[in-house]
């Protein structure tokens, strides 16, 4: 199987221009080599006097940070609708979708009035939804914020996380696939 010739040294003091040398929708396709996981991350709104209202937004920018303290990381776009929700709240919940879950995670990905009517989730920790059927939650607790680029990333601290058996929902290649064993 013929290689592909390493990629030319980057110097770390190199301006921006010099960096960038491709273009958004190169990007985008180089990153989309890159399999990830379906998340849906929730909270509550601050309170307004009515019902309880939610915020939620389909992510795959999910990952684990530490082990001791348990942090994990994750980040949404400063155009993002839900921004001021997630930067006011204290606390939050992350779904992991299982494979069959992908009309939730189309569902999480679109503007629409309430994401979550007709989505069967329960209430943790957090007191933010928890999507029944994912195959892990993770309940946290605000540790760190930070402005990149054209998002913001966000580092939770995980007071409690669950799991069940079964084959969980990724994004590779711009289509949902599953994490179905090879062999």
Same mark, same amino acid.
Request: glycine residues 8%.
């Given at each position: 199987?013929?290689?592909?010739?390493?990629?030319?040294?980057?110097?770390?003091?190199a301006?921006?221009?010099?960096?960038a040398?491709?273009?958004? *929708?190169?990007? %985008?396709? =180089?990153? #989309?080599?890159? $399999?990830?996981?379906?998340?849906? !991350? @929730?909270? &509550?709104? /601050?309170?307004?006097?009515?019902?309880?209202?939610?915020?939620?937004?389909?992510?795959?920018?999910?990952?684990?940070?530490?082990?001791?303290?348990?942090?994990?990381?994750?980040?949404?776009?400063l155009?993002?609708?839900?921004?001021?929700?997630?930067? *006011?709240?204290? %606390?939050? =919940?992350? #779904?992991?979708? $299982?494979?069959?879950?992908?009309? !939730? @995670?189309? &569902?999480? /990905?679109?503007?629409?009035?309430d994401?979550?009517?007709?989505?069967?989730?329960v209430?943790?920790?957090?007191?933010?939804?928890?999507?029944?059927?994912?195959?892990?939650?993770?309940?946290?607790?605000?540790?760190?914020r930070?402005?990149?680029?054209?998002?913001?990333?966000?580092?939770?601290?995980?007071?409690?996380?669950?799991?069940?058996?079964?084959?969980g929902?990724?994004?590779?290649?711009?289509r949902?696939r599953?994490?179905?064993?090879?062999?």
């Amino acid at each position: 199987m013929p290689h592909a010739p390493p990629p030319p040294a980057a110097s770390p003091r190199a301006p921006r221009a010099e960096r960038a040398d491709f273009t958004a *929708r190169e990007f %985008r396709d =180089a990153l #989309s080599e890159f $399999a990830t996981g379906v998340t849906v !991350i @929730a909270t &509550r709104e /601050a309170a307004t006097g009515g019902p309880p209202c939610y915020a939620g937004f389909t992510a795959n920018s999910f990952n684990s940070v530490s082990l001791d303290p348990p942090l994990v990381v994750w980040s949404l776009a400063l155009a993002a609708g839900t921004l001021e929700a997630f930067e *006011r709240c204290e %606390r939050y =919940a992350i #779904s992991v979708l $299982a494979h069959d879950q992908i009309e !939730i @995670a189309r &569902r999480f /990905a679109l503007p629409h009035a309430d994401r979550f009517a007709g989505v069967p989730y329960v209430l943790g920790w957090a007191q933010a939804p928890l999507i029944e059927g994912a195959v892990a939650w993770f309940e946290c607790r605000h540790h760190a914020r930070q402005p990149a680029g054209d998002h913001v990333l966000f580092v939770g601290e995980v007071v409690r996380c669950a799991r069940r058996h079964g084959p969980g929902l990724v994004f590779h290649h711009g289509r949902f696939r599953t994490t179905a064993p090879l062999g």
